[in-house]
C-alpha cells in the first residue's frame, strides 16, 4: 500500500489558524500511485479536500464526519533540479524548501516566496506571491489528478491560467502533484540577502506571534488601483479589534489572529463586520482571500 489512511485525526495542527477540528478519516499518499489508489477507493467522493500546510484555510466545521475525505500531501516533498534554471517539485513541498534548494543551486528570483508558509500545491491553487511578484510567473508545468475524470495530466502552463490569487486550477477539481518551475541563474549569496531582508521586513510587519491564517482578504480594485486593505480596515476602526477568541492585530489589521480559543464563528464576525464597515465608507466590497472548508 503507498497511501497511509488514518482516522479521527485533529486538525488542529493541519491549519494555521489552530482552530480545534477533526477529520474522520485522512490520508497520506506515499507517492503518485498511492494516490491513485487512494482515489480509486474513493471514486465519487462528495467531499475530497487537500490540506497543504492549511496557512490559507477556515475550517468551518468541529467535525468532518466520514462524508469528507482529507488528504494531505506531506509524504510526498520532493524536489530536485531538471537542469541549471528548473526546479522540479512536488504538491507537499514547502515552499520555503523550495527557494532554499534553489539558492543552494545559484538559482535566483523565487525568493520572495520563502516566508509565505505554504506547500507548492497551496500556492499554485492560491497563485500566492508578494508585491514583488506571484508564484505562477515562474511555473511552467504542472502535473495534477483530475478528480472528475479519474486521470493524471500534465499541463504546460498557459499565459491565461494565473490571476490575482487564482489559478486555472482553483476552479477545477484538481489534486495538484508536482510543478516545474524556471527562474535565472543567480548567486547565493545575492539571494541570501534578499531573503533575509524579506524576511525581517515580514517580521516586523506581521503578528507571528499568535495563529493566522495570512492576509484575510484580496486587495480590492478600485479605478484598476489595488487598494492596501490594511489601510482601509484601520481607517475603521479595526485595528486590535476583539470578540471572543479572535482580534484584528493590532500589528498589522490586514490579519486576524487567534488570541485563544477562537472558533469559526468568531471569526466570521469579525470578517462580517470588516465587510460592513467598507463597503459603508468606501463603498467597497472586500472578498476573503481564505478557503472556507
Ligand atoms: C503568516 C502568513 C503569511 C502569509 N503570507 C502570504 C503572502 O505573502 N502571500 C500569499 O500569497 N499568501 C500568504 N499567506 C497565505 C498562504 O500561506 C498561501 O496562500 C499559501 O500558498 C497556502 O498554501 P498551503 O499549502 O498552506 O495551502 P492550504 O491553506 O492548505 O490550502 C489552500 C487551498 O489550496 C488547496 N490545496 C492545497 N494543496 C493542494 C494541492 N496539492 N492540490 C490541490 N489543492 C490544494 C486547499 O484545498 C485550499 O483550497 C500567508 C499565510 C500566513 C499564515
Redesign the pocket.
Known amino acids: 500500500m503507498d497511501v497511509t489512511v488514518i482516522h479521527n485525526v485533529s486538525l488542529k495542527p493541519?491549519?494555521?489558524f489552530r482552530l480545534e477540528s477533526e477529520a474522520s478519516i485522512m490520508a497520506f499518499p506515499h507517492n503518485e500511485a498511492g494516490l491513485c489508489e487512494l482515489m480509486d477507493r474513493y471514486r465519487g467522493f462528495k467531499h475530497i479536500?487537500?490540506?497543504?500546510?492549511?496557512?490559507?484555510?477556515i475550517l468551518s466545521k468541529d467535525y468532518y464526519s466520514d462524508e469528507y475525505l482529507f488528504v494531505n500531501?506531506k509524504l510526498m516533498d520532493h524536489i530536485e533540479m531538471v537542469n541549471s534554471r528548473r526546479i522540479f517539485a512536488q504538491?507537499?513541498a514547502s515552499?520555503s524548501n523550495l527557494v532554499w534548494y534553489a539558492i543552494e543551486n545559484n538559482i535566483k528570483g523565487l525568493e520572495f516566496l520563502e516566508?509565505?508558509?505554504?506547500?507548492?500545491?497551496?500556492?499554485?491553487?492560491?497563485?500566492?506571491?508578494?508585491y514583488r511578484s506571484?508564484?505562477g510567473n515562474f511555473v511552467k508545468s504542472i502535473r495534477?489528478y483530475d478528480l472528475e475524470k479519474g486521470e493524471l495530466i500534465n499541463r504546460d502552463v498557459r499565459d491565461s491560467d494565473f490571476s490575482k490569487?487564482h489559478s486555472f486550477?482553483?476552479e477545477n477539481s484538481?489534486?495538484?502533484?508536482s510543478a516545474v518551475v524556471e527562474a535565472e541563474q543567480g548567486d547565493y549569496v545575492e539571494s541570501l540577502k534578499i531573503v533575509m531582508q524579506d524576511k525581517e521586513k515580514?517580521f516586523a510587519k506581521?503578528p507571528?506571534n499568535f495563529p493566522?491564517?495570512?492576509?484575510v482578504f484580496v486587495r480590492p480594485e478600485v479605478d484598476l488601483k489595488d487598494q492596501v486593505v490594511w489601510e482601509l480596515l484601520d481607517e475603521v476602526g479595526l485595528r486590535g479589534y476583539s470578540k471572543n477568541g479572535c482580534a484584528f492585530s493590532a500589528k498589522h489589521p490586514g490579519?486576524i489572529i487567534n488570541t485563544g480559543g477562537a472558533t469559526y464563528k468568531d471569526i466570521m464576525e469579525l470578517v462580517a463586520v470588516a465587510k460592513e464597515r467598507v463597503l459603508n465608507r468606501f463603498g467597497v466590497e472586500l472578498e476573503m482571500?481564505w478557503?472556507v472548508?
Open positions: 493541519y491549519n494555521s479536500v487537500v490540506l497543504g500546510k492549511g496557512s490559507n484555510v500531501l504538491g507537499g515552499l516566508d509565505i508558509p505554504g506547500t507548492i500545491g497551496g500556492a499554485i491553487i492560491m497563485n500566492a506571491g508578494t506571484t508564484i495534477y490569487r486550477w482553483s484538481s489534486i495538484i502533484l515580514r506581521q507571528r493566522n491564517a495570512g492576509s490579519f482571500e478557503k472548508i
